[in-house]
C-alpha cells in the first residue's frame, strides 16, 4: 500500500529482510521517536507500532516536509496495519479517467497544476459510473470506460479531521468532445489534449500521483501491447 501524503510517498511493506543501504535514515528501534522535522531524504521506518505510525501520518498531513522524498515502514503484518490506519481517518472514495483520443490523451489544469479528472462517489455509486459522470462533468467530453488502470491513496485534513482517499482510475475513450470546456465551478482552468511529449513535460507540473497514474496507464498499454513510448 502507497499512500501520498503532501505528494510524499509512503509504502507499507511487509517486514522482509531487505537492504537497508538505498535509505538515507533508517528508524529500526521503539526507542527512536518518530519525530518527522528530523527526516530527510528516503527514509525507512522499522519495527514501530501501529500508533506510533499512524501519528507520523498525522503529523505529515499537517505540515510538508520538503527534505522528505519517501518512507517506506517495514511491519510484521501488513493488512492489520492497513486496516488500523483505515480506521483512524475517514475514508471517502472517488474515481476518475485518462481519456483517449487518436494518440493524445486529456489533461486539466486546476489550481496551476495539471492533472487528470476524476471526483468524489456519490453515495452507493459504482466506481465505474462515478469515473464516467466524474469526467464527463469536469471536461464536457462524453466518454466509454475501458480497462482498470490502478488505485491511488492520499490524506488531506477537511473540516478538521483527517481523511484517506482512494481513488479509482480507468482507461477511456473519447466518444464526443464537441462540448469539450472545463468545469468552472471545480476550479478547472483548461482541457487539454496532450500527446506523449506534452504529458511527459506536464507531469514535472503536477503531482507525484499523477505521475503515477500516467505510468501504470502506460504499463497497461505496454502489457496490451500498444505503448508507443516508454514509462517516465
Known amino acids: 500500500m502507497k499512500i501520498y501524503i503532501n505528494d510524499i510517498p509512503v509504502r507499507i511493506r511487509g517486514n522482509q529482510h531487505q537492504s537497508n543501504k538505498k535509505f538515507d535514515v533508517v528508524l529500526d528501534s521503539d526507542t527512536d521517536d518518530i519525530q518527522a522535522i ?40 501488513k493488512i492489520k496495519a492497513q486496516e488500523y490506519l483505515k480506521s ?13 483520443k487518436d494518440d493524445k490523451i486529456l489533461l486539466i489544469l ?9 471526483g468524489k462517489l456519490e453515495k452507493k455509486e459504482k466506481r465505474r459510473e462515478g469515473a464516467i459522470r466524474e469526467v464527463e462533468e469536469e471536461t464536457g467530453v462524453k466518454v466509454k470506460s475501458e480497462e482498470l488502470i490502478c488505485s491511488t491513496w492520499h490524506t488531506y485534513i477537511r473540516n478538521k479531521k483527517y481523511v484517506l482517499k482512494k481513488t479509482t482510475w480507468y482507461r477511456m475513450s473519447c466518444l464526443d468532445d464537441s462540448k469539450m470546456k472545463p468545469q468552472k465551478a471545480e476550479n478547472i482552468q483548461k482541457t487539454v489534449w496532450m500527446n506523449a ?36
Not at 475517514?90 to 474515481?95: R, T
Not at 486546476?110 to 476524476?118: A, Q, S, T
Open 38 to 77: 528530523k527526516l530527510k531524504g528516503k527514509v525507512l521506518i522499522k519495527e514501530k507500532s501501529h500508533e506510533a505510525i499512524n501519528r507520523l501520518l498525522h503529523i505529515m498531513t499537517d505540515t510538508k516536509y520538503s527534505k522528505i522524498k519517501q518512507i517506506e515502514i517495514r511491519v510484521k503484518n
Open 88 to 100: 483512524k481517518f475517514n475514508i471517502v472514495e472517488a474515481a476518475g479517467g485518462i481519456v483517449e
Open 110 to 118: 486546476r489550481h496551476d497544476l495539471w492533472d487528470i479528472p476524476k
Open 197 to 232: 511529449n506534452e504529458v511527459d513535460v506536464a507531469v514535472l507540473h503536477s503531482y507525484k500521483t499523477i505521475k503515477r497514474v500516467v505510468n501504470k496507464y502506460r504499463d497497461l498499454l505496454d502489457e496490451l501491447g500498444e505503448l508507443k513510448y516508454q514509462s517516465l
